[in-house]
DNA sequence: CTTGGTGCAAATGATTTGCAAGCCT
DNA sequence: AGGCTTGCAAATCATTTGCACCAAG
């Protein structure tokens, strides 16, 4: 059941307007693992329905964000990149040598970050961890 | 002791040319414990200097990070903001209501990326958390 | 039908760069 | 002297927006 359905319904229970347009880039975004930017979904996009623009892509990415449904990733420089919003909370780290995107698993950051909050007196509304390491 | 020869030296010692300008805007850099952006800088040292331009600002700054004086901090949108190179090692926080960015004190967020980093098979190099919340 | 979405091109905002002139070492 | 630095203005890059047209609910 891995069918193009899927994201209409993703994008009208979100209470979105469900486009070619969006259903054609939710479903390129769910469909990969990589953290696409903007010009790499617009170029998919192009290959799969030749009338879409850029600056629909932004648009789309836009709402998108608000709806909650993607996480707009914002790494030094750089264009921002997308991501569908994971269930799973996780943070990132990137491969310095190779500029490769990986997924860090699991809460116990979040966990630890929770608690700095509280001590700080602060209620943790999200966060983002960007680990840049090299591979041993 | 507190003079602007510190700052001449600090340039320096690391190997940089001295100049007005740069000088103007490591002092003011400095001595904020804001994390002001290109444009905050350049009207600052404009008051101190008007001969500085924008243009400087932004070489000197990138010529400060590559020295490893300044830590440039992108925040998702917004302008980028900068603070001199921290000696304690910290982290950001940022107050969802006012826009404040505070700094998360302490080692304990480094202890544990470096163990899950090590974790994946990675040795870190560096690591930035950023967390966005609320005042309890 | 009516509201919201889209493509296109022009506009914006942040940052970078080419060039001629000036300053640091 | 000789190369790095600067100011200025023009250029570039990513992203946003105005507008006329089209499509979703």
Redesign the interface.
């Known amino acids: 059941m891995t069918h193009s359905v899927d994201y209409k319904q993703l994008l009208r229970e979100a209470g979105l307007r469900v486009t070619p347009q969006r259903t054609t880039i939710v479903s390129l975004l769910s469909e990969t693992d990589d953290h696409p930017n903007v010009e790499d979904l617009y170029e998919k996009a192009r290959r799969l329905d030749d009338t879409v623009s850029v600056a629909t892509v932004y648009r789309t990415m836009s709402v998108l964000e608000n709806a909650g449904l993607v996480r707009?990733l914002?790494?030094?420089?750089a264009p921002a990149r997308y991501e569908m919003m994971p269930h799973t909370d996780h943070d990132h780290?990137v491969?310095?040598d190779s500029g490769d995107l990986?997924e860090?698993p699991?809460t116990?950051?979040a966990t630890?970050?929770d608690r700095?909050?509280?001590e700080?007196?602060?209620?943790?509304?999200?966060?983002?961890?960007?680990?840049?390491?090299?591979?041993?």
């Open positions: 707009k914002v790494l030094d420089d780290l491969d310095v990986v860090i699991g116990e950051i630890l970050l700095v909050a509280a700080m007196g602060y209620e943790l509304v999200s966060h983002h961890t960007v680990i840049r390491a090299r591979k041993l």
